[in-house]
């Protein structure tokens, strides 16, 4: 209930600022979630959350982004079958208020759910503040870390970028938000920070 809260006054918060910030000056909002123990690095596999995406282009390219961002913290992929940790990800387009009512993930140890929606999930975007020139695109990549034999989940975490629309292809945008997720891992639990 108090991380329920806590992810809903940050998302109260960035939708406060990106009413009165140009997508220019916002940077990466990025929060994550952990149990304080160490997460060595190992073999890991990267899976979406909706499994039927699996096939899918553009899984496959933003799965390949992610796993890059791994390996520059000592991460190895693998197959299924040989990782024991699971890197479930999730990425999400459209406006602000569209990306946090679509997403998958309840952020927060403990109440980390993944639901059968979408994987990679492309949405509509509309003018934010009534006219046309207030339009902002907002990309959010989510991952989860879980260990393949108990399922459990020892670290999550959001990174939520907005940008002026066609401003940047989403495969770089996807490239921008691995980078600040994983910058400094494991990073402070509960904690959100902008990263430029």
């Given at each position: ?47 979406p959350a909706d499994p039927e995406r699996a096939d899918s282009l553009e899984f496959r390219q933003y799965a390949a982004i992610v796993a890059q961002q791994l390996a520059t913290i000592g991460f190895t992929e693998t197959s299924l079958e040989e990782a024991e940790m699971i890197a479930v990800m999730n990425v999400e387009r459209g406006t602000r208020a569209e990306v946090a009512r679509r ?94």
């Amino acid at each position: 209930m108090k991380k329920s809260f806590a992810r809903t006054a940050a998302l109260a918060a960035l939708a406060l600022v990106a009413a009165c910030a140009t997508p220019s000056q916002r940077g990466t909002e990025v929060t994550r979630f952990h149990l304080g123990q160490a997460i060595p690095a190992q073999a890991i596999n990267v899976e979406p959350a909706d499994p039927e995406r699996a096939d899918s282009l553009e899984f496959r390219q933003y799965a390949a982004i992610v796993a890059q961002q791994l390996a520059t913290i000592g991460f190895t992929e693998t197959s299924l079958e040989e990782a024991e940790m699971i890197a479930v990800m999730n990425v999400e387009r459209g406006t602000r208020a569209e990306v946090a009512r679509r997403s998958p993930f309840t952020i927060g140890i403990g109440g980390g759910s993944f639901g059968r929606r979408t994987g990679v999930g492309v949405g509509t975007s509309f003018g934010v503040g009534g006219s046309r020139g207030g339009e902002v695109d907002v990309t959010e990549l989510s991952v989860a870390l879980k260990r393949r034999s108990e399922g459990t989940i020892v670290w999550e975490g959001t990174a939520t970028r907005a940008t002026e629309p066609g401003a940047e292809s989403p495969a770089t945008i996807v490239e921008m938000l691995a980078a600040a997720l994983f910058q400094g891992f494991p990073g402070e639990s509960g904690r959100t920070i902008t990263v430029e």
